[in-house]
């Protein structure tokens, strides 16, 4: 089971990206699902989480710029976002708890956690 990231990428002030999470190798379920990220000299700092049932927290620092959102099916977590600032220069991680499925299709407990490898976004002009 990994968790592979993708989307970062160098954007100007104002721009926008979407980074993607996707999980892949026998998956029951993912359960909770973070996007920290951290940036040069600073500590990694959570951005957002979303949980199976869909709900979503956010962070100060993206809240109404970011959203974060996911696909069931193709055990896949986004992080949208818009209004993009040279302050969220940063290596984005996502993290999941998620559950394992055994060979008759049950959960197995229990979950584990994975990180990302992490993907560079840099706000730059």
């Known amino acids: 089971v990994q968790l592979q990231a993708s989307g970062g990428g160098l954007v100007q002030p104002g721009g926008c990206l979407r980074l993607?999470?996707?999980?892949?190798?026998?998956?029951?379920?993912?359960?909770?699902m973070y996007w920290y990220r951290q940036a040069p000299g600073k500590q990694r700092e959570l951005v957002a989480s979303i949980t199976s049932g869909d709900t979503a927290r956010y962070a100060d620092s993206g809240l109404d710029r970011f959203t974060i959102s996911r696909d069931k099916a193709k055990n896949t977590v986004y992080l949208q976002m818009n209004s993009l600032k040279p302050e969220d220069t940063a290596v984005y991680y996502c993290?999941?708890?998620?559950?394992?499925?055994?060979?008759?299709?049950?959960?197995?407990?229990?979950?584990?956690?994975?990180w990302g490898q992490g993907t560079l976004v840099t706000v730059s002009s």
């Open positions: 993290n999941v708890n998620l559950s394992l499925k055994d060979e008759h299709g049950y959960p197995v407990a229990p979950p584990i956690v994975l």
């Open positions: 993607s999470c996707a999980a892949s190798g026998n998956i029951f379920s993912m359960n909770i």
